[in-house]
């Protein structure tokens, strides 16, 4: 058990990532920037990525609590006082998350001087939990404290899956003003966990008026954990390496397919002001394969055992009472597991963002690509936002965008979230020749002390561009 | 431009930056070893309520002065008590209307029927218009936990003690356990 809260404490603060891609938005000169809006604004002709290192993103997030909060060394107060004091103070709206994207391939070619296409595939895992205060506080504190109030178990809301999305994306300059751009995307689901929309109270109540101290209240109880691509995994004559097949055939045919789009805009309000939008992954996964469903549900009270007092002659059998409320209690509270096709939304995510451009610069001349007032400097505002089961998820960036030559450009970057109000971010991308290096960290003054963080993303990617 | 000129040196003050700023300072993780969780549940056990009849015994319609009767607890075998009660605190109540009183015990039992604890209590007599409640509350502490580990049934006996009073009334019983786990 210990072994078990140990290993979901630091899994909490060890490999949570989030998602918000605020330093790589808009980033004219990046590929990646057609990820998060197919019809961003670009400057390149053409672009592959090294496999497997064209990008390699991962971010951490929790909105309540850091490492520091349970582990610290400075307080008298110890650890288990630390863990209740902080479930406490977290609230049923807190969340923990992970993501992680690593693009597999990565290319694009200018088609004419108005249109981009692009394509890949790109592997990615998203971990969404809030914080199942309820249940959590159950099971740490127990009922002693809590008579008389429900625990609810419409807390529990998590969702995880891990996928490969193969896309292909256009981007189009309608006009002077205007570039439009959109991206259909293939998915192709590995596993997939869900667990959204639960109910049901767990109540002990004082009883003054009998039959007994307590009444134990199950009221409603209705909670369902749907699975896919797991159940084949927990298959324990399985061997590693056939489980490694099994996974790896997964990644490519599982059987849990999905589509979705991605669209995009770009308008020019002005000489330098540029407003821009984008959605991505307004998608659909139907979970079909290696389908799973965990069904807990039912309603029952007991105020306790209650013996008859029958005559019972030596040796006689006593009433099996245990039985008898075992069977109640199992007639009521049903514990199922089914196999049903269910259905997923991807974590659709908004972006939207008006800039300001200033310092012009002359690029170079070339028909085929759309001529582009360009500036070294680019001043702006984002807004980010990601559909989670109960509702959007914001960040708000404040960027400076600064281009030292064509080949050197950085990203200065500060954003507001759920996470922190101290979120600098600083994005570099070098070129040597055709080949492009970024990097690009958040929360840089999270790494003076990681355990006092609650968030961390970084991205980082390997791959050529070209400019005709 | 100087930045262009000196970009490996600004990705390397980043790289610098990130790695070896990046650090994890004023915890310990060896704490890990310390944290147990520390669950205190409410748990009502057996109850009954009984009156005048239940001292009779159908076959021969006489009165018994004694009544028993044994409820498995089967709980007390599973894991999460074997392995992680520490200590129990019982609560046992009765509202006795009968203008007699009771001699109770109740016997926590092993699968072999070896009493493990024994809580006897003495019921005082009340009457209709004033219920009287007799409660005792027992402590099982940490080095007596293994009595509750070992047993697995629990015996309420009832004994009246007959008085010159008319046999009327009713005899309420609650129970509770507040268990201590350390996880």
């Not at chain 1, 199922?336 to 963002?353: A, C, D, G």
């Not at chain 2, 129990?88 to 001699?103: A, M």
Request: glycine fraction near 6%.
């Amino acid at each position: 058990m210990r072994v078990i809260i140990s290993i979901l404490i630091l899994l909490f603060f060890s490999g949570l990532k989030a998602q918000n891609k605020q330093l790589l938005y808009n980033v004219s000169a990046l590929p990646q920037t057609l990820m998060s809006n197919p019809g961003a604004n670009i400057n390149f002709d053409g672009h592959i990525g090294i496999p497997f290192f064209s990008q390699i993103s991962l971010a951490v997030g929790s909105s309540g609590v850091n490492m520091h909060d349970i582990f610290k060394t400075s307080n008298n107060q110890g650890i288990n006082a630390r863990i209740t004091s902080t479930i406490q103070r977290l609230t049923n709206q807190d969340y923990f998350m992970v993501n992680e994207q690593l693009e597999i391939i990565s290319l694009g070619w200018r088609l004419n001087k108005d249109n981009y296409l692009s394509a890949g595939v790109y592997q990615e895992t998203d971990v969404f939990a809030y914080f199942p205060k309820d249940p959590m506080t159950l099971i740490n504190e127990g009922n002693n404290d809590y008579i008389n109030v429900p625990f609810d178990f419409g807390d529990v809301s998590f969702t995880g899956e891990v996928l490969n999305v193969y896309h292909l994306g256009l981007n189009k300059k309608i006009n002077k003003k205007l570039t439009l751009g959109a991206r259909l995307k293939l998915y192709s689901g590995i596993f997939n966990v869900e667990s959204t929309d639960n109910s049901g109270t767990f109540t002990t109540r004082d009883t003054p008026n009998g039959p007994n101290y307590y009444g134990h209240y199950a009221t409603g109880i209705n909670v369902r954990v749907n699975t896919s691509g797991y159940s084949s995994l927990k298959d324990e004559n399985t061997t590693v390496q056939e489980a490694t097949k099994d996974l790896l055939k997964k990644s490519f045919f599982g059987g849990n397919f999905g589509m979705g789009i991605d669209l995009g805009a770009s308008y020019r309000l002005d000489e330098n002001f540029t407003v821009t939008g984008s959605i991505q992954d307004f998608g659909v996964m139907y979970q079909r394969a290696d389908v799973e469903n965990y069904l807990y549900y039912g309603t029952y009270e007991t105020s306790g055992l209650e013996p008859l007092f029958p005559e019972v002659p030596a040796g006689g059998k006593a009433i099996p009472y245990w039985d008898i409320f075992e069977d109640e209690v199992d007639a009521n509270l049903k514990d199922e597991t089914v196999h049903e096709s269910y259905i997923t939304w991807r974590p659709l995510k908004i972006n939207t963002s008006l800039q300001y451009g200033f310092g012009e610069t002359v690029g170079p001349c070339n028909y085929l690509r759309p001529m582009r007032r360009r500036f070294e400097n680019i001043m702006g505002i984002q807004l980010f936002g990601v559909m989670r089961p109960r509702g959007l998820k914001y960040a708000f960036t404040m960027f400076y965008d600064r281009k030292f030559s064509p080949d050197l450009r950085m990203k200065l970057t500060y954003t507001l979230d759920d996470f922190s109000y101290t979120n600098v971010g600083l994005l570099v991308s070098k070129k040597i020749k055709n080949f492009n290096l970024y990097l690009a960290a958040d929360n840089l003054f999270g790494y003076f002390n990681l355990a006092k963080s609650q968030h961390q993303a970084l991205q980082m990617g390997l791959q050529f561009i070209f400019i005709k | 431009m100087f930045l262009h000129a000196h970009f490996n040196k600004v990705l390397f003050l980043l790289l610098i930056f990130l790695g070896v700023t990046s650090c994890v300072k004023d915890v310990d993780l060896n704490q890990t070893k310390d944290i147990s969780l520390q669950p205190k549940l409410q748990t009502d056990l057996l109850i009954f309520d009984v009156d005048e009849n239940d001292f009779i015994d159908p076959e021969t319609n006489r009165l018994r002065t004694v009544i028993k009767d044994t409820v498995r607890l089967e709980f007390l075998d599973d894991s999460y008590i074997q392995d992680d009660l520490d200590k129990v605190e019982f609560s046992f109540k009765y509202i006795n209307t009968f203008p007699q009183s009771f001699d109770t015990s109740i016997y926590l039992l092993s699968e072999n029927d070896n009493t493990q604890r024994r809580i006897d209590l003495k019921v005082q007599p009340g009457s209709q218009d004033s219920p009287k409640t007799t409660e005792i509350i027992d402590f099982v502490n940490t080095d007596e936990i293994d009595q509750i580990k070992r047993s697995i049934k629990m015996v309420v006996e009832i004994t009246v003690l007959p008085n010159s009073e008319a046999f009327e009334g009713e005899l309420q019983f609650q129970s509770k356990g507040l268990f201590y786990f350390v996880f």
